[in-house]
């Protein structure tokens, strides 16, 4: 089994495009990476994706990677990270619509399944996305939150969000409210969605989206919908217990378009 590894740019977003060098028409997963990362952080997940039938891409989010222009420098108080991230999931949310609608176009890409998977920030974003695209089919998030408010409250180190009252502060909430797709999901969604977690994660807590789930399940179970919820036992990162139960997910949803029978790991 070979694999065919292209790295290209569509317009200014660099990313690499990970298919079977015989590949035939498959789902397409695009995987977002985290904060402060770049497009080969997924590689290990991207390339046993790509062992199981998918076609994947990887890419560098808004400000990340090749595109990187020095924000970090630019960073001051705990309001410009805030900020910093809200900006690159709005702004990589553009992006991803582009490489979407692009590779729709691919004739070995089955159009009717996108599927996101997202890392942390890369998670926030894939959440943010499905409140705003219909073409998704399915989506997995790691170590992530749907609940923007929440984890701008958390990394301000804030009770709640009475507490903002400078001006900066003030306008952090607003942006992280009118992007917040909580209340969107728990209302709209309906596709396949899986939420994996960590139980010592400093950075983002699995609270949240422990309640998400369990707020969302109420409605999925009403139609029989695919939603799972899995904690490992792990900090900020993403460990090998996860990438396999992100894989088997995958495959058991989509058993029925990608080619199972490879056992190569």
């Known amino acids: 089994m070979n694999i065919k590894i292209e790295k290209n740019k569509l317009i200014d977003i660099p990313y690499l495009y990970y298919s079977l060098e015989e590949a035939e028409k498959k789902p397409l997963i695009i995987i977002s990476h985290g904060y402060n990362c770049d497009q080969y952080d997924e590689a290990a997940m991207a390339l046993k994706l790509v062992q199981k039938g998918f076609h994947v891409l990887t890419y560098d989010l808004s400000e990340h990677g090749e595109r990187y222009s020095g924000f970090l420098e630019r960073i001051e108080k705990d309001t410009d990270m805030g900020m910093s991230m809200l900006q690159i999931i709005d702004q990589s949310y553009s992006d991803l619509e582009r490489l979407i609608e692009s590779f729709k176009l691919n004739t070995l890409v089955e159009e009717d399944n996108i599927i996101l998977v997202g890392v942390s920030l890369g998670a926030m974003l894939t959440y943010y996305a499905l409140t705003k695209n219909k073409s998704i089919s399915a989506a997995v998030s790691l170590i992530g939150t749907p609940d923007l408010v929440q984890a701008m409250v958390y990394g301000m180190e804030k009770e709640s969000v009475d507490y ?33 977690n960590t139980t010592k994660d400093d950075d983002v807590p699995y609270e949240n989206s422990q309640l998400f789930y369990e707020k969302l399940k109420k409605k999925y179970d009403s139609f029989n919908g695919k939603l799972e919820f899995f904690l490992s036992e792990d900090y900020h990162v993403v460990n090998n217990e996860m990438i396999q139960y992100c894989i088997d997910w995958l495959c058991q949803i989509f058993n029925d378009t990608v080619n199972n029978n490879s056992n190569t790991e």
Do not use: G, Q, V
Request: proline content about 6%; glycine content about 0%.
């Open 164 to 196: 903002f009252i400078s001006e900066d502060e003030i306008r952090l909430i607003e942006y992280a409210s009118e992007m917040n797709p909580l209340e969107k999901l728990l209302t709209d969604e309906s596709r396949p969605l899986l939420i994996i």
